[in-house]
C-alpha cells in the first residue's frame, strides 16, 4: 500500500512538471510572436481570427487552438492537431514558428539592403524625378537644334533632280518589248489561270526579264481565272546583293527576330525582355510577285530556306527569349511566333546562267522560259523608240551602229543617252527637235571603251585553210574563226603539229579525232606536213563543237582548196567520220545569222532544236563530214591556184 502512494505521488509530480514545461513552452511561443509581429499586431491578428479569449484562456488547449488560429490564419479551428497530444502540437506549432521567424528576418535582411542601395541612389532618382517633371511641364520633344534638322530635310524635298534618262526609257506597255514576244506571252500565260506558276528565265543580261515579269502582273492583275487582285504587290531584289546573317538577327529575304538584347527603337518591348519578329520581303510579297534578279547568285542556304517558305507558305520565327507564358508579350507577337506569317506569293527568278547551275530543288518547283538574244534589228528598233520617248530625232545610221556596239537592250539606251548628252552640249538652244548624229554616238562609243560585239564576220570571198565554227557564251554566240597552213615537212615523217596552247583539253581531244578522220579518209599521214592550226584570238574553246571545221580545216590546207567565207559549221566529228550532236544550237543560229552567215550546218540529231521562224538563214543538217563538202569547198578553183576539184584529188565523190 505504501508502495502505490509512492508511484502515485510521483506519477503526480511528473504530470505536474509536464504541464508546467508544456506552459513554458507555449508562453515562449506567444513572446516569440509578439517579437515578429509586435505586441499591437499580434493582439490585431487574433482579434480578427477570434483568438483573444482563447489566448487568455487557464486551459492549455485552448491556448495551443489559439495559436494554431494565428499560426495557420483559419478561425475555425476548435481542436488541437493531433488530438489528445499536447507535446506533439507544441512541437509542431514551434516548427511552423521557427520558419516564420527565419523568413522574417531574411526580409529584415532584404529591406534593410533596399533601403541601403536607395540611400546610394537618392541623388540619381532625385535627378530622373527632375528630368520626368521637365518632360511633363514641356511635352513637346522638339528644340532649336531637332527644328533646325527637320527644316534642311524639309528643304532637301523641295530641292531635287530630275528622274534618269534610263528610267523614262524602261519599258511600261507591251508594244514597248521588242524580240521577247514570245516570252512574254509565256509568263502572261503561266500568271493568267487559276493556278498560277513558280517561273524561272533564263537568258542574257539587258534583254527585258525584268520589264517582262512587271508587265506580265500589270496585265493579269485584276482580271478573272488568276488569284492576283488589282492591289498586287511586285517585290523586286537583287539575289547578288541579299546579305544575311545565319544566327537571323538580319534576314530582310525571310525577316528576322530583333531580341532584347539587339533592340533600339522599340524600347518598350526591350525593357520587358520581349523578342520583336521583322517581316522579310516574303512577306511584303504576299498575294503578289516576288521577283528576284541573278537568283543563282544567292547564298544556297538562303536558297534553302527560301525553297522552305515555298512549300509552307509561311514564315515561322524562333527565339530563345520568347515565351509563351508570359502575358505581357502583346497579342501581336504572340501570334507571329505561334502561328508564323503568311508568304503566299509567285517566285519569279531571273538569271544569266545555265540551266545546269541553276539548283535543282528551284527547277523542280518552276516553269522555265528562255530569253532569246536580242538581234542587230531588235536594237534598231529601240534606238528608234527610245528617240522617240526622249523627243529627239537621230542621224540616218546611229541606230545601225549602236547595233554594231551592243546586243542588250539596255546597253543600247546607254549608248543613245550618252551621245544625248554629248549633243545637249554641243548644240544651241534654238535647235528643236534635238538631233543626235552619227559623231555623237561614235564619241559615246569611244568615250566608254565600247568595243564591237561581232568581232568575226562573214564575207563573201572563199579562202584556203580558213573557216568559221560558232561557239556559245552564256546566252550569247559568236563565230570562231579556225584557220590552218600546212607546209611539206623538212624531213618526211617527221612533221609537228601546231595547236593553240590556250585552246583548251576538249579542243585538243577534238583536233586528234579530225587527224585520225584525215588519215582514214586521204589515206595520207599528217607527218609529212608541218601543220599549224590557230584559233584566231586565242581563248579556250569549251567544248567539242569545234571538231568538225578543224577537220575541214585542215583539209582544205592540205589540198589547197578553198572554203566559202559565208557558211559556218558546228558539230563534233568521231573518227568514223559522222558529225555528232552538240549543245546551244539555238544561240548558235542567232549568232551566225547575226554575223552575216548565209548557211550553216548543224549535226542531224540537232535538227529537232532549230525553231520553226528561222529567216535570213539557211540550216543543213549532216549526218557525214562527207555531206559537208558540198556546201563548204568553194565550187570554183580559183582562189586555189587552179588545182583539180576536191574529189578528183581525192578520188571521192559527194
Not at 514558428?97 to 529584415?108: G, L, T, Y
Not at 529567216?615 to 543543213?620: E, P, R, V, Y
Amino acid at each position: 500500500m505504501k508502495q502505490y502512494s509512492v508511484t502515485t505521488e510521483i506519477n503526480q509530480e511528473s504530470e505536474q512538471s509536464r504541464e508546467i514545461q508544456l506552459h513554458w513552452k507555449i508562453e515562449c511561443l506567444y513572446k516569440t510572436l509578439g517579437n515578429i509581429y509586435g505586441t499591437q499586431g499580434l493582439v490585431l491578428r487574433a482579434s480578427k481570427l477570434d483568438a483573444i479569449d482563447l489566448m487568455g484562456s487557464p486551459d492549455l488547449e485552448e491556448r495551443i487552438v489559439a495559436l494554431q488560429r494565428i499560426l495557420q490564419e483559419d478561425p475555425t479551428i476548435n481542436e488541437i492537431e493531433p488530438p489528445g497530444n499536447l507535446g506533439l502540437a507544441l512541437d509542431r506549432l514551434e516548427e511552423r514558428v521557427a520558419e516564420i521567424f527565419a523568413r522574417k528576418s531574411i526580409e529584415d535582411k532584404i529591406q534593410q539592403r533596399i533601403q541601403e542601395k536607395m540611400d546610394e541612389k537618392y541623388s540619381e532618382y532625385i535627378r530622373d524625378l527632375k528630368l520626368e517633371v521637365l518632360k511633363e511641364q514641356n511635352s513637346s520633344p522638339e528644340n532649336a537644334q531637332t527644328l533646325k534638322k527637320l527644316g534642311r530635310l524639309e528643304k532637301m524635298e523641295h530641292s531635287n533632280l530630275s528622274c534618269s534618262a534610263l528610267d523614262i526609257l524602261r519599258p511600261s506597255c507591251r508594244e514597248d518589248i521588242i524580240g521577247q514576244g514570245k516570252a512574254l506571252s509565256s509568263i502572261i500565260s503561266k500568271l493568267n489561270n487559276p493556278y498560277p506558276q513558280h517561273i524561272l528565265l533564263y537568258g542574257p543580261p539587258g534583254v527585258g526579264k525584268t520589264s517582262c515579269a512587271r508587265l506580265a502582273l500589270e496585265m493579269v492583275k485584276g482580271q478573272k481565272g488568276n488569284p492576283f487582285k488589282e492591289d498586287a504587290p511586285f517585290i523586286e531584289v537583287d539575289g547578288t546583293t541579299l546579305r544575311w546573317d545565319p544566327r537571323e538577327s538580319t534576314n530582310p529575304l525571310l525577316g528576322s527576330v530583333h531580341d532584347p538584347i539587339y533592340q533600339g527603337a522599340k524600347k518598350e518591348l526591350a525593357e520587358e525582355g520581349i523578342p520583336e519578329p521583322k517581316l522579310g520581303l516574303v512577306s511584303d510579297a504576299h498575294g503578289g510577285i516576288l521577283f528576284i534578279d541573278e537568283l543563282g547568285e544567292m547564298d544556297p542556304l538562303l536558297q534553302n530556306k527560301l525553297l522552305k517558305v515555298l512549300e509552307d507558305k509561311r514564315v515561322f520565327f524562333e527565339s530563345s527569349y520568347y515565351d509563351p507564358h508570359n502575358e505581357r508579350i502583346p497579342q501581336y507577337i504572340k501570334q507571329l511566333f505561334e502561328k508564323g506569317v503568311p508568304a503566299d506569293f509567285i517566285l519569279i527568278g531571273a538569271t544569266t546562267k545555265s540551266k545546269e547551275e541553276i539548283n535543282p530543288a528551284f527547277r523542280s518547283r518552276c516553269m522555265e522560259v528562255f530569253f532569246e538574244p536580242l538581234r542587230a534589228d531588235h536594237i534598231r528598233q529601240m534606238v528608234v523608240k527610245s528617240a522617240q520617248k526622249l523627243k529627239i530625232s537621230i542621224e540616218a545610221g546611229v541606230a545601225d551602229i549602236t547595233a554594231d556596239y551592243t546586243s542588250e537592250g539596255r546597253g543600247a539606251n546607254k549608248i543613245l543617252v550618252d551621245a544625248y548628252a554629248l549633243a545637249v552640249n554641243e548644240g544651241s538652244e534654238e535647235e528643236t527637235p534635238l538631233e543626235v548624229q552619227c559623231q555623237h554616238v561614235y564619241q559615246a562609243i569611244r568615250n566608254s571603251r565600247i568595243t564591237p560585239r561581232i568581232l568575226s564576220r562573214a564575207s563573201d570571198r572563199s579562202e584556203v585553210g580558213k573557216i568559221f565554227g560558232v561557239g556559245v557564251s552564256g546566252y550569247q554566240a559568236s563565230l570562231i574563226e579556225l584557220e590552218a597552213i600546212a607546209f611539206p615537212a623538212e624531213e618526211r615523217g617527221k612533221g609537228n603539229i601546231r595547236f593553240n596552247d590556250t585552246a583548251g583539253s576538249m579542243a585538243r581531244d577534238s583536233l586528234f579525232n579530225a587527224t585520225s578522220l584525215f588519215r582514214k579518209e586521204t589515206g595520207e599521214n599528217l607527218k609529212n606536213y608541218d601543220l599549224h592550226i590557230n584559233i584566231v584570238g586565242g581563248g579556250n574553246v569549251d567544248g567539242p563543237s569545234a571538231g568538225a571545221a578543224i577537220y575541214l580545216a585542215i583539209l582544205s590546207a592540205i589540198k589547197g582548196r578553198a572554203l566559202r567565207q559565208d557558211v559556218a559549221i558546228t558539230g563534233e566529228v568521231s573518227i568514223q567520220g559522222r558529225v555528232k550532236a552538240v549543245g546551244g544550237i539555238y544561240e548558235k543560229i542567232s549568232g551566225a545569222r547575226q554575223a552575216g552567215i548565209k548557211k550553216l550546218l548543224i549535226p542531224r540529231e540537232n535538227l529537232k532544236d532549230v525553231p520553226e521562224d528561222i529567216k535570213g538563214l539557211k540550216i543543213i543538217a549532216i549526218s557525214y563530214i562527207k555531206e559537208a563538202y558540198s556546201h563548204v569547198f568553194s565550187p570554183s578553183n580559183e582562189e586555189s591556184g587552179g588545182e583539180l576539184p576536191l574529189y578528183k584529188l581525192m578520188g571521192m565523190v559527194d
